[in-house]
């Protein structure tokens, strides 16, 4: 990590900025691809699928003796496991559902709205160098608690063509309808404009790499809806003296680990910490399996030494992580202050690892930037609002002079004569009219 020591304000954009890439000539290969598959179909899917992941699969779609088989091939313990967690993200996300509230705004008018979920939704999970069965907990409960009718599963074959277990378990506890063998960006098209296999689907949810992230904000341009402007994970740790170094750069590999484009930043008070925490990076790193690629990360990654908390936490608030951990005497106040985050951990004891796998939180975040505007993914997500209105003879009496006035005003005669001839009617069957 490169050390950075009290930066004047002016320079926090350049600092705080994530890595970059050519995004026009990304753009230029991932609608190539899209434009094949919307073309071709099925036939593109496969080409692709042999292309990338280097497999050639005639049937791309999971079957129930696959489905059935991947529950033996799991320990116990990771059964278990799986259960507690999704038990945990259900039981936080079933909190979000409400019933619809009536307002009577005026006598004899009420109006309220319905959450109504939507019908056909695709879940994107990567696979490549680490299957993320946990992603399939947190899209697929807050689908299945909002109703979508269809949920479709897109994830990219191993050089078997075959999918982890642990993913076909997860999605058959969470009551996927379909699961694909597709991956990358023709997983994203096939989706988004379906095959004569794979249901075209109304909103595309996941993570993936920016193959697949500029993949979903193409077709975003083209009236599919996604969750939200996503790239590669990142992780701010606020730290002060009384923070522990061991855990901090444990937190700080967990995120660096996910792949070569994942950013982590440490901002502290403590030049002393920042110290204990580089020693603590490369004995932890030494030993963990994903070395290479959490090298690589930490090789765009920055520690900033500020004189104040108060800069501090401003600092945060102008990063935007997806994931921020204060790891402070008093978390609790701080938190309060943070405008800006994907999801916060508070304390020593609140590792990022936990709310990526079985706190009951979700892990599907905004990242680059994006928290200053969007949030994580909910129930929320997996509905549309719909709202209604009923007026009674008396509410429409009641408000029918102002809509009239308003729409003469704007020069919508029509509007207003919608409401004039019920006005009419209501008065000529009015007793002793």
């Known amino acids: 990590m490169k050390l950075i020591k009290y930066p004047l304000k002016e320079t926090w954009p350049g600092l705080l900025e994530r890595p970059s890439f050519n995004a026009v000539a990304l753009q230029e290969k991932v609608k190539a691809v899209l434009t094949d598959i919307k073309q071709q179909g099925d036939v593109a899917v496969q080409h692709y699928t042999h292309l990338f992941d280097g497999i050639n699969l005639p049937n791309n779609i999971v079957s129930k003796a696959e489905m059935e088989t991947a529950a033996q091939l799991l320990s116990p313990q990771l059964k278990q496991a799986i259960q507690l967690a999704a038990d945990n993200i259900r039981l936080f996300h079933r909190q979000q559902l409400s019933a619809p509230t009536k307002v009577e705004t005026m006598p004899g008018i009420e109006c309220w709205r319905k959450s109504v979920g939507i019908e056909k939704v695709g879940l994107y999970i990567p696979g490549g160098t680490a299957p993320l069965?946990?992603?399939?907990?947190?899209?697929?409960?807050?689908?299945?608690?909002?109703?979508?009718?269809d949920i479709i599963l897109c994830s990219p074959p191993d050089k078997e063509g075959k999918l982890h277990p642990a993913i076909l378990y997860a999605a058959k506890l969470v009551g996927v309808t379909q699961i694909c063998k597709i991956g990358g960006v023709q997983a994203?098209?096939?989706?988004?404009?379906?095959?004569?296999?794979?249901?075209?689907?109304?909103?595309?949810?996941?993570?993936?790499?920016?193959?697949?992230t500029c993949a979903k904000q193409l077709i975003q341009q083209q009236g599919i809806a996604i969750d939200m402007p996503a790239g590669p994970s990142e992780v701010c740790v606020l730290a002060d003296d009384t923070a522990n170094a061991a855990f901090v750069a444990a937190d700080l590999l967990s995120q660096a680990e996910h792949g070569i484009d994942s950013q982590v930043l440490l901002v502290s008070v403590s030049e002393r910490l920042i110290q204990e925490v580089e020693s603590q990076l490369n004995s932890q790193l030494a030993v963990l399996p994903r070395k290479q690629i959490a090298e690589q990360a930490l090789a765009n990654s920055k520690a900033i030494l500020v004189p104040t908390i108060a800069e501090a936490i401003d600092m945060v608030n102008a990063y935007a992580a997806e994931h921020l951990i204060i790891s402070c005497n008093n978390a609790e106040e701080i938190g309060e202050e943070i405008i800006n985050a994907g999801s916060v951990f508070l304390g020593n004891y609140s590792p990022e690892s936990v709310g990526?796998?079985?706190?009951?939180?979700?892990?599907?975040?905004?990242?680059?930037?994006?928290?200053r505007a969007y949030s994580g993914v909910s129930v929320d997500s997996f509905t549309k609002k719909i709202t209604y209105q009923k007026l009674s003879r008396q509410g429409l009496q009641q408000i029918g002079a102002t809509v009239e006035l308003m729409a003469n005003a704007e020069g919508l005669q029509a509007h207003a004569n919608a409401v004039t001839l019920r006005l009419q009617e209501i008065e000529n069957n009015e007793p002793g009219s």
Request: proline share 7%; net charge positive; hydrophobic share 40%.
């Open 188 to 212: 994203i098209g096939a989706m988004a404009y379906g095959t004569a296999t794979i249901p075209q689907v109304y909103k595309i949810f996941g993570p993936g790499n920016q193959y697949v």
């Open 133 to 149: 069965f946990s992603t399939i907990l947190m899209l697929g409960i807050p689908a299945q608690l909002a109703g979508c009718r």
């Open 356 to 371: 990526d796998y079985a706190s009951g939180t979700n892990h599907t975040l905004p990242t680059n930037g994006f928290a």
